[in-house]
């Protein structure tokens, strides 16, 4: 059975497949149902009755499709989505026919805001071979940007370096969030994933008030 959103109980569901479907997929992240929430309901356009899809298996949620909506410097949008899978239930096609589910969705989204041209589907996965990554490079899915995590082995032998004079280091006040929300514009200004729609389209209290 599919279904959509039905409440705020369904962040803590989504939380709970996504954990189970990250560690299957070999991917160190953990999602809580507060930021999931935060997420939906501090940005920009984001409707989960809209953009969430649950597949159950007998009532019991087992899968999950999200949208989310980003904008480039030309103020269009570009769509990013992933479908979570408990491992119990891969090897099926379910995975499959809720990314395409997913497709469907952002090309009716993208007519609805009268996209013009291609439709820019995007996700993230790891490189290394696991489900999601295997599906979507299946689907015709490629690579334009990669990302490293480096682990630093030990914190034992950290060099004991002195700031310079002058530089202070403390904890932020609320009142110095837009010198630091613009200071990161700037500083991000010119690479790969920089957009500065991001910037200019209300996502500051978003990042505001994350947890």
């Known amino acids: 059975k599919f279904r959509p959103f039905e409440g705020a109980s369904d962040f803590s569901?989504?939380?709970?497949i996504s954990s189970r479907s990250f560690g299957a997929d070999g991917v160190d992240y953990l999602e809580t149902s507060e930021e999931i929430k935060h997420d939906f309901e501090s940005s920009p356009g984001r409707d989960p009755r809209a953009d969430v899809i649950f597949a159950e298996i007998e009532g019991e949620p087992i899968a999950c499709g999200r949208i989310w909506?980003?904008?480039?410097?030309?103020?269009?949008?570009?769509?990013?989505h992933v479908v979570h899978l408990v491992p119990e239930w891969r090897g099926t096609k379910l995975?499959?026919?809720?990314?395409?589910?997913?497709?469907?969705?952002?090309?009716s989204m993208a007519k609805h805001e009268g996209v013009e041209g291609s439709v820019v589907c995007k996700v993230w996965a790891l490189d290394e071979s696991s489900d999601w990554r295997d599906l979507v490079?299946?689907?015709?899915?490629?690579?334009v940007l990669y990302f490293y995590e480096m682990v630093r082995r030990s914190l034992d032998d950290i060099p004991d370096i002195p700031f310079p004079p002058g530089?202070?280091?403390?904890?932020?006040?609320?009142?110095?969030?837009?010198?630091?929300?613009?200071?990161?514009?700037?500083?991000?200004?010119g690479k790969p994933w920089f957009v500065e729609a991001f910037y200019d389209k209300g996502y500051y209290e978003s990042w505001a008030t994350d947890p």
């Open 137 to 143: 490079v299946a689907e015709g899915y490629e690579a």
């Open 13 to 16: 569901v989504m939380a709970s």
């Open 69 to 80: 909506t980003e904008f480039g410097d030309r103020g269009e949008p570009l769509f990013w």
């Open 95 to 107: 995975r499959l026919a809720m990314l395409h589910y997913n497709e469907q969705r952002i090309l």
């Open 167 to 189: 530089l202070e280091v403390r904890p932020a006040n609320p009142t110095e969030y837009p010198r630091i929300w613009n200071a990161s514009k700037e500083a991000f200004r």
